[in-house]
């Protein structure tokens, strides 16, 4: 019985492996969500055919990745938008037509070899609801691929264009937006561990979330937070 693992820390994340594990009965998985047990020591006893890789947020080792098939599932059509925050990159520029590269874990960030792609649509819903969508996509149709057949990844081709993590100052709304740019803003931001869009008044901030765009209006819950709970 081949063996796999599963590194991860997203909720959903987590509830898609139970449904992996449960419907490959002849695979054994074993999940991950904490950096002290992804150790070399488990994987030579354990010995996975693969480690998957769909939200982690540590640096992998380089004995790791070096000795073992880890794959990481990347939210651009790569090697456009390597880096960090990439479903945030793309909607901020406007990009709603995206792909989930499958890529063997290298030196490199998000240089590595290309196993195939996955078409998706990030024109509509917040971070989290986006983020469901692409979880259901990795372990619903990426990972049984790997599963069913021996992969081979090609090298990544085309203009290399690379993005920066970002930080939570970059949640201020800027200035001179359009309302679907507002929308945009508001919902790319919208998810589990991503500091909310925010704006500014004279005793502190409005944080905002649920957003909607009707017609050429924008409507979103708003949260006022006193200046002495501010942070940036």
């Known amino acids: 019985m081949e063996k796999y693992i599963v590194a991860t820390i997203k909720s959903w994340n987590i509830e898609n492996f139970g449904v992996l594990k449960e419907s490959h009965p002849d695979c054994e998985f074993k999940l991950i969500n904490e950096k002290k047990d992804l150790s070399l020591s488990f994987l030579e006893a354990y010995k996975p055919k693969y480690i998957f890789f769909p939200h982690w947020s540590w640096i992998i080792p380089e004995d790791i990745y070096?000795?073992?098939n880890c794959i990481v599932f990347h939210s651009t059509d790569l090697p456009f938008g390597r880096g960090g925050s990439p479903l945030q990159n793309l909607i901020v520029r406007g990009i709603y037509d995206t792909k989930i590269s499958a890529i063997k874990v290298c030196s490199g960030i998000d240089?590595?070899?290309v196993y195939f792609k996955e078409s998706i649509d990030i024109s509509e819903g917040s971070a989290d609801e986006i983020l469901r969508s692409i979880s259901d996509i990795v372990f619903n149709?990426?990972?049984p691929r790997f599963l069913e057949a021996d992969l081979v990844p090609v090298e990544q081709s085309g203009e290399a264009v690379s993005f920066k993590r970002r930080k939570p100052e970059q949640?201020?709304?800027p200035n001179g937006l359009s309302q679907r740019q507002i929308?945009?803003?508001i919902r790319m931001l919208d998810g589990e561990g991503y500091p909310a869009a925010f704006s500014k008044y004279d005793n502190g901030?409005?944080?905002?979330?649920n957003a909607k765009f009707e017609g050429d209006v924008v409507t979103a819950k708003a949260r006022f937070v006193e200046e002495a709970e501010d942070k940036f």
């Open 66 to 68: 070096n000795n073992y």
């Open 111 to 113: 240089t590595g070899p």
């Open 141 to 143: 149709k990426m990972i």
């Open 171 to 173: 949640s201020k709304i």
């Open 183 to 185: 929308y945009d803003y």
């Open 205 to 209: 901030k409005v944080f905002y979330s």
